[in-house]
């Protein structure tokens, strides 16, 4: 039923890159390439290259970078006359966007490469563009609104055998299913994502799939060696692929198992570790959780009531000012967990 998956950010002359390529690789051969199309006056070509060269910054964390690499791609697909090229730029400033914490810049840009996409008559660029509009409003926590979003570009890319997208689907379904408390349902769509991604050898897919399954197995069984296990099987491709915000949202989670099994030390070493990750690409969302489990460790391992007081204030109000409703939901909890005395910052 499916492929082997692909990479549609890589064309032009780079559609011989694979899904699994390095990032780092990615990264010098976009740019040499990008630089031959520039002095060659080819500015299609250019614009195609420009999208590897902005999506390999954007995944490595390299934000400002990522920034000027889209835009640029954008600039040359206009001049080109491209206009699914113009939405694949589009596409992967919106990613970046939302990856920013930016979200209402992500919906607009998003939903302008969605709709360039159906003109330029690119169905990928098109059910990519609505993918990430339904993940941005998955990542602010409103299911109701993006719920059957999901579930029919679910539709859509099992219809079209794309494995890739497919595996995309079933996990943000899944992720939502594993918020709302239905583990089961969470544990089994993510383990369809592993079989596809592993089928369709899309590593990415796979490392993102596995960490879900830790997730469950850690909450719903208390298996904490086996999420363990599994989520260092998934920090390995992390490592080799340079897939830095996976990684670090990896890290993230070996702490929340860790923290769910008593182990408040290690939890708090991992957390502070993915902190320090997410700090280092700008990426507001993976810094809030990771500052949240850290309070909870903190506080756990004896640390001041007062502080912790005013550290779950503060990113509640930070959390209120990006619209992030079920991580705020969650800060909320652990305030009333650790100081229930305290008025919770509305």
């Known amino acids: 039923m499916y492929g082997k998956a692909f990479a549609p950010e890589y064309q032009g002359t780079l559609t011989t890159l694979s899904v699994n390529s390095s990032l780092v690789d990615v990264l010098a051969e976009g740019t ?3 630089r031959e199309a520039e002095r060659a006056g080819r500015p299609d070509e250019a614009a195609r290259c420009g999208l590897a060269v902005a999506e390999a910054h954007r995944r490595l964390g390299h934000v400002q970078e990522a920034d000027r690499a889209w835009k640029a791609s954008y600039r040359a697909a206009r001049e080109a006359g491209d206009t699914a090229a113009m939405a694949w730029a589009l596409w992967s400033g919106g990613t970046l966007a939302r990856q920013r914490g930016a979200f209402p810049l992500a919906w607009r840009l998003l939903g302008l490469a969605a709709e360039l996409g159906e003109r330029g008559g690119d169905v990928v660029v098109r059910g990519y563009s609505l993918a990430g509009l339904a993940e941005t409003g998955r990542i602010q926590g409103d299911y109701a609104a993006v719920g059957r979003l999901h579930e029919r570009l679910l539709a859509e890319a099992r219809e079209r055998g794309e494995a890739r997208h497919t595996v995309w689907a079933l996990e ?9 408390g239905a ?3 969470a544990y089994a769509l993510f383990e369809e994502a592993a079989e596809i991604a592993g089928r369709a050898d899309d590593r990415r897919g796979h490392a993102w799939a596995l960490r879900g399954l830790a997730d469950v197995l850690s909450v719903r069984d208390g298996a904490t060696e086996r999420a363990l296990e599994l989520l260092a099987e998934a920090e390995a491709t992390c490592r080799e692929m340079n897939l830095s915000s996976a990684l670090a ?5 070996q702490g929340n198992v860790l923290y769910r099994a008593g182990r408040y030390a290690e939890a708090r070493d991992r957390y502070e570790l993915a902190l320090s990750e997410f700090r280092t690409m700008s990426e507001p969302r993976g810094e809030a959780l990771s500052r949240l489990g850290l ?3 903190l506080a756990r391992l004896g640390r001041d009531r007062a502080e912790t007081a005013a550290e779950l204030a503060d990113l509640a109000r930070t959390l209120e000012r990006g619209g992030l409703r079920h991580a705020r939901e969650m800060v909320a909890r652990a305030q009333r967990e650790f ?5 919770a910052v509305r």
């Open 32 to 34: 040499e390439r990008l």
């Open 172 to 180: 943000g379904i899944a992720q939502m299913h594993r918020n709302t």
């Open 183 to 185: 583990y089961d349902r």
């Open 249 to 253: 949202y990896n890290h993230k989670m």
């Open 295 to 297: 309070a909870k460790c």
């Open 339 to 343: 100081c229930p005395e305290a008025e």
